[in-house]
């Protein structure tokens, strides 16, 4: 079976993973993995220019693979060949799909053109946490939809992107001061800093010449004015002028710090257990939620 992976823009670059863990015997691991890339218009070879080999890492039964650029218009097929510690070779593909179509901005603020592509904890570690035989499979769709749910619901509320996705932020003016801070904390790279002007003439600023990037590890991030320049002049386009795309999140679950892991694993193991009810809190007038997940993710929340 090939699966579809997420449609990616030619500018942006991040991991996509290959679960072997269907196939492995119990204590069995990956031990290597090569990855092929085609281009499917004229079944060229183009390994080299849409994954960085040298960014490939493996996890247990999980390979990661670094993919990047690609031509716009054109659909990779991706074949991961997995050697295990038994000896043993398995493969998966994929359909990787290059599309350079912008997303809808939002009316201010940040809009996410592209979700992460995996997960922070995996199936099999919520099953162990809510002890559930790996052999049972009955409820392993529910149960990936609360995995993603409790990810976003963390999100939400460390205002934080956990693992790699690409977003959009939307400022209606330049700001006063000499930098810009982005959202979400992590930040990878920024893409493209965008801005029109009253006639809608679109402009693309060039980093280092125009702005500078400041990661600022797990913190926010920030663009930056270079030594005596200044932001552009001129009257900007009445609705969302100024488009910051920037790539942000850890780069791989095992990136990311254990305090948020065993949050999402407590907040699945809620949402397993009150699957038909959640308890209503009256005094605050919304759901509870769990103080103990409070005080995981209170050293990882932004203030942004």
């Given at each position: 079976?090939?699966?579809?992976?997420?449609?990616?823009?030619?500018?942006?670059?991040?991991?996509?993973?290959?679960?072997?863990?269907?196939?492995?015997?119990?204590?069995?691991?990956?031990?290597?993995?090569?990855?092929?890339?085609?281009?499917?218009?004229d079944s060229s070879v183009v390994t080299g220019t849409v994954t960085d080999v040298a960014k490939q890492t493996i996890a247990t039964s999980y390979v990661y693979t670094w993919v990047k650029a690609g031509t716009d218009g054109h659909t990779y097929r991706l074949t991961c060949t997995a050697t295990s510690s038994l000896a043993a070779v398995y493969e998966l593909e994929g359909i990787l799909a290059v599309r350079d179509i912008p997303a809808t901005p939002p009316s201010m603020g940040t809009g996410i053109v592209t979700p992460p592509v995996i997960e922070p904890v995996t199936l099999e570690e919520v099953k162990d946490h809510l002890l559930i035989d790996e052999s049972t499979t009955a409820a392993d769709n529910q149960l990936m939809r609360m995995i993603k749910a409790a990810r976003q619901q963390i999100e939400d509320w460390t205002r934080r992107a956990i693992l790699t996705q690409t977003w959009d932020y939307c400022l209606q003016a330049w700001p006063g001061g000499k930098f810009i801070a982005i959202p979400h904390g992590n930040l990878q790279s920024v893409s493209s800093v965008k801005w029109k002007d009253e006639d809608a003439t679109e402009t693309t600023l060039t980093e280092t010449t125009d702005y500078l990037v400041e990661q600022n590890g797990t913190m926010c991030g920030r663009i930056v004015l270079p030594y005596a320049t200044g932001w552009p002049s001129g009257v900007l386009y009445p609705s969302n002028p100024i488009t910051i795309r920037y790539v942000c999140g850890w780069s791989t679950p095992e990136l990311v710090p254990e305090t948020i892991k065993a949050a999402i694993l407590m907040t699945v193991a809620d949402m397993y257990e009150n699957r038909s009810v959640q308890e209503f809190n009256t005094i605050n007038q919304g759901f509870s939620v769990n103080k103990s997940v409070e005080m995981l993710l209170a050293s990882q929340r932004l203030w942004m």
């Open positions: 079976m090939i699966a579809e992976l997420t449609p990616k823009q030619a500018s942006e670059a991040y991991y996509i993973s290959w679960d072997f863990s269907g196939v492995l015997a119990t204590g069995e691991t990956i031990a290597s993995a090569v990855v092929a890339a085609v281009d499917m218009a």
